[in-house]
């Protein structure tokens, strides 16, 4: 009975390993060069579908064929920016890890430190408002209330009333 699970144990780790190994992409290049520059653009760009993982790290089905055209490219001789380029216009600036600074990405780029400085800024003035105001005494009790006061404080405990 062990020997059979044992089996199928192994048998079900094979198939895995062999669905694991199929998301490999291999391609030739003329140079190293090349095969370098592939690896730093693929790196370079975002899945369409992942959103958070480089095209060289996706196994989504968008993602190779990105690889596929990335490699295209790269033997019609096209250089690092055209091949960019390429794929800005076809899938967006969002394609890119680091976008390129213009009006329309200004915010990504300096949004997070405006958002910090604002913050620290509205801290600050807070902090001074409340420097600036005064400690508030307990204000005097008026003749009414200390009277409720007293009768409240001369009256018996509740347990001393109980044998």
């Known amino acids: 009975m062990n020997l059979k699970r044992w089996l199928l144990t192994c048998v079900l780790l094979s198939s895995l390993a062999g669905a ?3 998301a490999i992409d291999t391609y030739r290049f003329a ?8 690896h730093q653009l693929t790196q370079q760009l975002r899945c369409p579908k992942c959103q958070n993982q480089d095209i060289a790290d ?3 089905p968008i993602a190779a064929d990105l690889r596929r055209e990335i490699h295209r490219l790269l ?4 250089s690092d920016e055209q091949i960019i380029e ?5 899938y967006g600036e969002f394609v890119r890890y680091r976008p390129a600074l213009t009006a ?10 405006a958002l910090l ?6 801290i600050a003035v807070t902090v001074r408002r409340r420097r600036r105001q005064p400690a508030t005494s307990p204000r005097d009790l008026d003749p009414g ?7 409240l404080l001369a009256q018996k405990p509740l347990d001393e009333d109980r044998p």
């Open 104 to 113: 329309r990405t200004g915010l990504l780029w300096f949004g997070p430190a």
């Open 145 to 151: 209330e200390r009277a409720r006061l007293a009768d």
């Open 31 to 38: 140079n190293d060069d090349l095969r370098e520059r592939f």
């Open 117 to 122: 400085v604002a913050g620290v800024g509205v």
């Open 20 to 22: 694991a190994h199929a």
């Open 75 to 78: 033997t019609e001789g096209k």
């Open 86 to 90: 390429f794929m800005v216009d076809r």
């Open 58 to 60: 996706s196994n989504a």
